[in-house]
């Protein structure tokens, strides 16, 4: 069973910059999509960013601009990078990939999240 673990969230200021990272257990060369999801409380989670396997890459209207996905196949890790941070970008962030990691297929698998919070 391939885990994701995301890192790299915390409290930043209004304005600011971070970048989080998604770190697979297992090889993620299959996955296609990966992709970064949001969700606050008493909302549905929603997607953020993704990127296939071929790096084409697709964004919310809300970071459109402000934002970049990137993957790195050796390292088994996709990146947000996120810039120009605003309150409204507080949420726990979700890392999620579908495809096949060696020979198992994963409809969907979810990390445990990083809380990300932008102070005004």
């Known amino acids: 069973q391939v885990q994701l673990v995301e890192s790299g969230g915390g409290l930043v200021q209004s304005g600011g910059s971070l970048r989080l990272s998604c770190v697979a257990s297992?090889?993620?060369?299959?996955?296609?999509?990966m992709g970064w999801y949001r969700q606050t409380p008493g909302k549905q989670r929603e997607l953020v960013a993704s990127i296939t396997s071929d790096g084409s890459t697709n964004y919310a209207e809300s970071v459109k601009g402000r934002s970049t996905i990137s993957r790195v196949n050796a390292k088994n890790t996709v990146y947000l990078e996120m810039n120009s941070l605003n309150p409204e970008d507080t949420a726990v962030y979700y890392c999620n990939a579908r495809g096949f990691s060696g020979i198992r297929y994963y409809s969907s698998l979810w990390g445990q999240g990083t809380q990300v919070t932008v102070a005004s």
């Open positions: 297992g090889s993620i060369s299959g996955f296609t999509p």
